[in-house]
T-cell receptor
Framework: AQSVTQLGSHVSVSEGALVLLRCNYSSSVPPYLFWYVQYPNQGLQLLLK??????LVKGINGFEAEFKKSETSFHLTKPSAHMSDAAEYFCAVVYGNNRLAFGKGNQVVVIP | DAGVIQSPRHEVTEMGQEVTLRCKPI?????LFWYRQTMMRGLELLIY????????DSGMPEDRFSAKMPNASFSTLKIQPSEPRDSAVYFCASSSERFSGNTIYFGEGSWLTVV
């Protein structure tokens, strides 16, 4: 069964520093992978998605993620954190008929 | 284009009352999903529909929960009777293989508190 692992429920990063959120997946077939962001009291917004095209995927708000099949990873990065990046981030993998399996999420705190 | 629209955004109800959550998917999308988000369990898929037909309801916690999709533009999730442990955020989402490349779009969520 497909599943997603996100380690470290809370991630603190200084403003201007690199944001790195790790995601590892298990999938028996080539995956569709997503990163979603959830701002406080809001729904989930798509950041970016991997659909077997380019392995480096660029998303909104300066985020990007790299698909590495050999490592079964899809880590999310942003070179320079901004205060507005404070949110919860979810990695997800599609399985069977567009269903999403979500990771536990990373709560990102940006320190001024 | 309008996104996935959910109502109510917030609901506070007493234990034992019936709760009905509503969802309007994105026009043209043929998949509709109901998710529940809690601190303890994260995001869980409750049920999903394809072309208005329920495909998998294995995530529905118990018989108190029911979902319907009478037409392509409307779905409901009903809890009867409600219990405090049902307090959560309920998300509706929709997608289309043809029009969104498997991207699943979420509504703003319905924040349910059962007291």
């Amino acid at each position: 069964a497909q599943s997603v692992t996100q380690l470290g429920s809370h991630v603190s990063v200084s403003e201007g520093a690199l944001v790195l959120l790790r995601c590892n997946y298990s999938s028996s077939v080539p995956p569709y992978l997503f990163w979603y962001v959830q701002y406080p009291n809001q729904g989930l917004q798509l950041l970016l998605k991997y659909t077997s095209a380019a392995t480096l995927v660029k998303g909104i708000n300066g985020f990007e993620a790299e698909f590495k099949k050999s490592e079964t990873s899809f880590h999310l990065t942003k070179p320079s954190a901004h205060m507005s990046d404070a949110a919860e981030y979810f990695c997800a993998v599609v399985y069977g008929n567009n269903r999403l399996a979500f990771g536990k999420g990373n709560q990102v705190v940006v320190i001024p | 284009d309008a996104g996935v629209i959910q109502s109510p955004r917030h609901e506070v109800t007493e234990m034992g009352q019936e709760v009905t959550l509503r969802c309007k998917p994105i026009s043209g999308h043929d998949y509709l999903f109901w998710y529940r988000q809690t601190m303890m369990r994260g995001l869980e898929l409750l049920i999903y529909f394809n072309n208005n037909v329920p495909i998998d309801d294995s995530g529905m916690p118990e018989d108190r929960f029911s979902a319907k999709m009478p037409n392509a533009s409307f779905s409901t999730l009903k809890i009867q009777p409600s219990e405090p442990r049902d307090s959560a955020v309920y998300f509706c989402a929709s997608s289309s293989e043809r029009f969104s490349g498997n991207t699943i779009y979420f509504g703003e969520g319905s924040w349910l508190t059962v007291v």
